[in-house]
């Protein structure tokens, strides 16, 4: 069983759509990272979280400390939205600094 | 300003051979980050420096990889007797500081695809 578990794995929308990523850890976090990966390979870090709620344009970030869950939200999803979304947990568990990473939530938004 | 510049970009070689991957974090940052990526599969932390401290090696896979980060900025992962299976994308990272509750966003290079034949 993964540390980090995130769903669904794959998901299609349309454009438009209200999007919806999960994230779930299994100890306790000092801090929960978002990126997003581009079909080039390219890694832009979204969110760094330790409680609440963050929001940057239509991307929001939200954690439950408490139930050890993340969600990543997207409003009015654009094809340009499409990629992979990975949830990553700093932990002092698992070793100094380094994050754990999720398998990655890959997102195809259809125009 | 400049982000995190990693090089090659690509490079492929023979297995048994050695190579050095070199990547240059953001002026100012104290700490850096390995990673990597094989194909179809997520990130896998390998190593990480913080400033002087000692390097936190927990995340290499065998003794054949190692790292090195000289004067607190470049720093190089040399994977020695390369092997089919280090076939992957290494990525780069750093970040201003690492502790505590602070801002510690990770700042990612484009990576290096190592293909070993």
């Known amino acids: 069983k993964n540390e980090v578990e995130q769903s669904p794995q794959n998901l299609t929308a349309q454009e438009g759509e209200f999007i919806t990523i999960n994230c779930s850890y299994s100890?306790?976090?000092?801090?929960l990272h978002w990126l997003q990966q581009h079909p080039g390979g390219g890694i832009v870090s979204l969110f760094m979280?330790?409680?609440g709620k963050k929001k940057h344009g239509r991307l929001i970030a939200t954690i439950n400390i408490q139930e050890k869950h993340s969600s990543l939200h997207i409003t009015a999803s654009h094809p340009r939205d499409s990629a992979v979304y990975i949830c990553?947990?700093?932990?002092?568990?698992?070793?100094?600094?380094?994050?754990?990473f999720g398998t990655g939530t890959r997102l195809t938004i259809i125009p | 300003g400049a982000g995190v510049s990693q090089s090659p970009s690509n490079k492929v070689t023979e297995k048994g051979k050695d190579v050095e991957l070199r990547c240059d974090p953001i002026?100012?940052?104290?700490?850096l980050y390995w990673y990597r990526q094989s194909l179809g599969q997520g990130l896998e932390f390998l190593i990480y420096f913080q400033g002087n401290s000692a390097p936190d090696k927990s995340g290499l896979p065998s003794d054949r990889f190692s790292a090195e980060r000289t004067g607190g900025s470049v720093s190089t992962l040399t994977i020695q007797r390369t092997q089919q299976e280090d076939s992957a994308v290494y990525l780069c990272a750093s970040s201003v500081l690492a502790g505590g509750w602070g801002t510690d966003t990770q700042y990612f290079g484009p990576g290096t695809r190592l293909t070993v034949l």
């Open positions: 979280l330790s409680s």
């Open positions: 990553a947990v700093r932990a002092p568990n698992f070793g100094n600094e380094k994050l754990t």
């Open positions: 100890v306790g976090i000092s801090a």
């Open positions: 002026s100012g940052h104290t700490a």
